[in-house]
């Protein structure tokens, strides 16, 4: 089997320059085990449940490395709780909310996940990287924001560390530190997200960052696209979005429903919409009736975060509970377009290094003395 190494490639072990995020320990696992690099989010894990979660991702992958994903986004409110938070919503947003519940007629949220249980604080973030810095995981990437104390923890413990970055001024905030890769991520990318196109930000970010590593991100699905990141400077893809409709998604606690699957299977790729509704960030999801819902003309200014979400946890939480099909959705990107059809994660990667090394043939005939 061909491989494709670039430097990162080489020093972190990997066949194919492909880092793949997700929620979900089973795609990750696979990922790794296809010769990428997987790396699981732990946002959604409360601190006292990371060791075990790690525990597991470590039995899946044996001896190869782990990758986690963190986020600490700046500003978070130290002494409140979802209790606290909640008592004072402002009412003109509680009543938007609750219109929302009549008119799709959505049923009581019955169970308790991130969303409508937990509120994000400093304690909750600080907790998750002390559970990081006493396991054994080789490499820790920050998505939305990071303490330079936390990044030098953890490369005392020795371990590899990147950051995702959506603009030039987090490149600027973040090059003094001791990382070891860059992810620069496009507006094209699922989840939170910049303005910058990945065609513009991968470049830019690949020259001001001279010997330190760049991944892109943001709408890649197809390896043609991997070729041209390589051509760009990068040394490696970040892609989350290609994970969520293949097998792996369909087991454990981050499983994605048929009924989501078969939404994101017909997206093309102007069926994204970004939205602050959810989390009180610009993120990109699948458009549907809830990111409609946060621009109708009745539609108040999402609140910041964590607030915004403690307004719509509940909501969140029964959309997915009883498939309330107008409004089901996810954080996905405009490479969407190229989730089609069910396959394995071993299949998405197979086809990625095929294409990409199709790209770089075609682009490399091009060159003449
Ligand atoms: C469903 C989903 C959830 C995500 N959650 C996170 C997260 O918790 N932390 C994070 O750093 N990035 C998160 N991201 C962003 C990814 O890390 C990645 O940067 C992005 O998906 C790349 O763009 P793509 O979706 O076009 O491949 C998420 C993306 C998706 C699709």
């Given at each position: 089997?061909?491989?494709i190494?670039?430097?990162?490639?080489?020093?972190?072990?990997?066949?194919?320059?492909?880092?793949?995020?997700?929620?979900?320990?089973?795609?990750?696992?696979?990922?790794?085990?296809?010769?990428?690099?997987?790396?699981?989010?732990?946002?959604?894990?409360?601190?006292?449940?990371?060791?075990?979660?790690?525990?597991?991702?470590?039995?899946?992958?044996?001896?190869?490395?782990?990758?986690?994903?963190?986020?600490?986004?700046?500003?978070?409110?130290?002494?409140?709780?979802?209790?606290?938070?909640?008592?004072?919503?402002?009412?003109?947003?509680?009543?938007?909310?609750?219109?929302?519940?009549?008119?799709?007629?959505?049923?009581?949220?019955?169970?308790?996940?991130?969303f409508?249980?937990?509120?994000?604080?400093?304690?909750?973030?600080?907790?998750?990287?002390?559970?990081?810095?006493?396991?054994?995981v080789?490499v820790?990437?920050?998505?939305?924001?990071?303490?330079?104390?936390?990044?030098?923890?953890?490369?005392?413990?020795?371990?590899?560390?990147?950051?995702?970055?959506?603009?030039?001024?987090?490149?600027?905030?973040?090059?003094?530190?001791?990382?070891?890769?860059?992810?620069?991520?496009?507006?094209?990318?699922?989840?939170?997200?910049g303005?910058?196109?990945?065609?513009v930000?991968?470049?830019?970010?690949?020259?001001?960052?001279?010997?330190?590593?760049?991944?892109?991100?943001?709408?890649?699905?197809?390896?043609?696209?991997?070729?041209?990141?390589l051509?760009?400077?990068?040394?490696?893809?970040?892609?989350?979005t290609?994970?969520?409709?293949t097998?792996?998604?369909?087991?454990?606690?981050?499983?994605?429903?048929?009924?989501?699957?078969?939404?994101l299977?017909?997206?093309?790729?102007?069926?994204?919409?970004?939205?602050?509704?959810?989390?009180?960030?610009?993120?990109?999801?699948?458009?549907?009736?809830?990111?409609e819902?946060?621009v109708?003309?009745?539609?108040?200014?999402?609140?910041?975060?964590?607030?915004?979400?403690?307004?719509?946890?509940?909501?969140?939480?029964?959309?997915?509970?009883?498939?309330?099909?107008?409004?089901?959705?996810?954080?996905?990107?405009?490479?969407?377009?190229?989730?089609?059809?069910?396959?394995?994660?071993?299949?998405?990667?197979a086809?990625?290094?095929?294409?990409?090394?199709?790209?770089?043939?075609?682009?490399?005939?091009y060159?003449?003395?």
């Open positions: 089997m061909t491989k190494k670039t430097p990162l490639a080489e020093k972190l072990g990997l066949d194919l320059p492909i880092f793949g995020f997700s929620h979900s320990p089973e795609v990750t696992a696979e990922i790794t085990k296809s010769g990428g690099m997987g790396v699981y989010g732990i946002a959604h894990d409360p601190p006292d449940q990371v060791p075990a979660k790690l525990a597991y991702i470590r039995e899946l992958l044996g001896d190869r490395p782990i990758a986690i994903d963190i986020m600490m986004p700046k500003g978070m409110p130290e002494n409140e709780t979802l209790e606290s938070v909640r008592a004072v919503l402002p009412q003109g947003h509680v009543n938007f909310v609750d219109g929302l519940v009549d008119q799709f007629q959505v049923p009581p949220a019955e169970t308790k996940t991130f409508n249980s937990i509120l994000r604080t400093p304690s909750y973030f600080e907790g998750q990287l002390q559970a990081l810095l006493a396991s054994d080789e820790v990437a920050f998505g939305v924001g990071l303490t330079p104390d936390a990044v030098s923890a953890l490369k005392e413990r020795g371990k590899t560390v990147g950051a995702l970055i959506g603009n030039l001024h987090h490149f600027e905030a973040f090059r003094h530190l001791d990382l070891d890769f860059i992810v620069a991520q496009g507006t094209e990318a699922g989840g939170h997200t303005t910058i196109g990945t065609m930000i991968v470049p830019q970010i690949v020259q001001m960052a001279g010997d330190l590593p760049v991944l892109a991100a943001g709408g890649i699905g197809h390896g043609a696209q991997i070729a041209g990141a051509a760009m400077g990068a040394q490696g893809v970040w892609l989350g290609a994970w969520l409709s097998k792996e998604h369909s087991l454990g606690d981050h499983a994605i429903s048929d009924k989501l699957r078969q939404k299977f017909a997206a093309g790729s102007g069926d994204t919409a970004i939205t602050k509704g959810s989390s009180g960030k610009p993120q990109r999801q699948i458009r549907s009736a809830w990111t819902a946060w109708a003309p009745n539609a108040p200014a999402p609140l910041k975060m964590p607030y915004q979400h403690a307004l719509v946890g509940d909501l969140l939480t029964a959309i997915d509970e009883h498939q309330v099909e107008p409004m089901l959705h996810i954080p996905a990107g405009q490479g969407v377009a190229w989730t089609t059809g069910l396959k394995s994660v071993a299949d998405v990667m086809d990625l290094r095929d294409q990409t090394l199709v790209g770089l043939r075609r682009a490399g005939a060159a003449l003395d």
